[in-house]
């Protein structure tokens, strides 16, 4: 065990000393290209503007022998974009993969100080992310990296849902995580081809009613273990995210796994093609009639304790606590988005 009176000091000399809170700006989404296509590229800065997070990935989906024209496309894309306040991440390839050496020493040599965070894949311990902790303050004071670069593990595999908890708590360098559905189906035998989203198959039955059809509703396939992920962050103040759904033609799927993942507590999901941001935007943005009436809750309750009546709704202090959430997250967006700030009723000089 580590000594807890250290895991606030840098494991390397000279390595940047480790944030104990995490940032939370705008992570609605995690715009997903890969650097080394020229078209995607194009769109970088169209797409800078309607993402908070654009990630360059360099892990599945970009082909063996594009794998490095991908991480020299990112380090192009570091070095010469300005990306206005959009944060800039990675996912390097696996830890087991011949590549992640290189991509790490690369990008943070080349872009160190303009990575927000690194996204781990297949993290299945603790010890994944020391390996990488501990690397990465090498490298950050070897390159004069200025503040630390997080680190965001990715959910797939059955151990690591097993571990979560661990994993989340391994290091203060830990952003965030997110739900990798179709690697961690594979690693659980479920027999679905889906990237999220449900099966029709994955239902519950009513009884038998006589000669009635017997009704059927879809069941979340995703459910336990999104809420865990959610708890485990919560629990040590880092950030959930969905990850992808894969039926890009599917924009009504994607919506309702997307709002089943904010309802529960993720702060974003990813977005494979151009048209998922629209999506994660309109998902992962409160609705403003929930925000009127959280507002209209905390002006009711100011100091959010005792009892109260409001719309026929017993409001109290943890009811106090679920308004705040609400408008905490409404003023953050609204200060990125005049539009929202109105639909919000937030005045723009205060928003
Ligand atoms: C899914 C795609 C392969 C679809 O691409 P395409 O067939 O080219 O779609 P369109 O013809 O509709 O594209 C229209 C134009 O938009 C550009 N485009 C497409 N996607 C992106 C993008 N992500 N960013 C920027 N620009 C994009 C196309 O180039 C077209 O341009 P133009 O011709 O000039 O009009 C493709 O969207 C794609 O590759 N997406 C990313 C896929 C990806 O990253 N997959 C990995 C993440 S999911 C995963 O790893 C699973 C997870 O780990 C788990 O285990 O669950
Ligand atoms: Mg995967």
Redo the contacts with the bound molecule.
């Keep these: 065990m580590r000594n807890p009176r250290d895991f606030g000091a840098p494991l390397a000399v000279g390595a940047p000393t480790p944030l104990l809170e995490i940032p939370f700006p705008p992570s609605r989404m995690i ?4 650097a080394s ?1 020229e ?2 590229v ?3 800065p169209d ?1 800078a503007k309607k993402t908070d997070i654009l990630l360059g ?1 360099l ?4 082909p063996v022998d594009r794998k490095e024209a991908a991480r020299e496309g990112l380090v192009t894309v570091g070095q010469t974009y300005d990306l206005g306040e959009t944060q800039l991440w990675t ?1 390097v390839n696996s830890l087991d993969s011949p590549w992640v050496l290189d991509d790490l020493l690369r990008l943070v040599g080349a872009i160190g100080n303009r990575l927000d965070v690194i996204m781990v ?1 297949k993290v299945e311990g603790a010890w994944d992310i020391h390996y990488v902790d501990r690397l990465l303050a090498q490298l950050e004071a070897r390159f004069n990296v200025e503040r630390p670069i997080l680190v965001h593990a ?1 959910l ?1 595999t059955a151990l690591g849902v097993a571990n979560l908890e661990e994993i989340a708590a391994a290091s203060p360098r830990m952003q965030g995580m997110s ?6 189906a594979a690693s659980r035998r479920m027999k679905t081809t889906r ?2 989203g449900g099966h029709p198959g994955y239902v519950s039955l009513s009884d038998p009613d006589g000669d009635n059809p017997r009704v059927t509703a879809q069941q979340d396939l995703w459910h336990y273990s999104i809420a865990r992920m959610v708890d485990a962050c919560a629990a040590t103040g880092i950030l959930p995210f969905y ?2 759904f ?1 039926d ?1 033609s599917d924009d009504e799927g994607c919506e309702a796994q997307f709002r089943a993942a904010f309802l529960l507590g993720c702060v974003g999901a ?6 998922q941001i629209a999506i994660a935007k309109k998902v992962f943005s409160p609705d403003p009639d929930e925000v009127r009436f959280a507002k209209r809750v905390i002006e009711a309750i100011p100091d959010g304790r005792g009892v109260h009546m409001l719309d026929g709704k017993m409001q109290d202090d943890a009811t106090w606590k679920q308004c705040k959430v609400m408008v905490s997250l409404a003023e953050l967006l609204a200060k990125k988005d005049p539009e929202l700030a109105e639909a919000y009723g937030f005045e723009p000089a205060t928003a």
């Design positions: 715009h997903f290209l890969d296509n078209k995607m194009a769109k970088v797409i990935n892990e599945d989906a970009v996912r894949p990715i797939e739900f990798g559905p179709a690697d961690l990237v999220g990850g992808p894969g890009i990813w977005s494979l093609h151009p048209k």
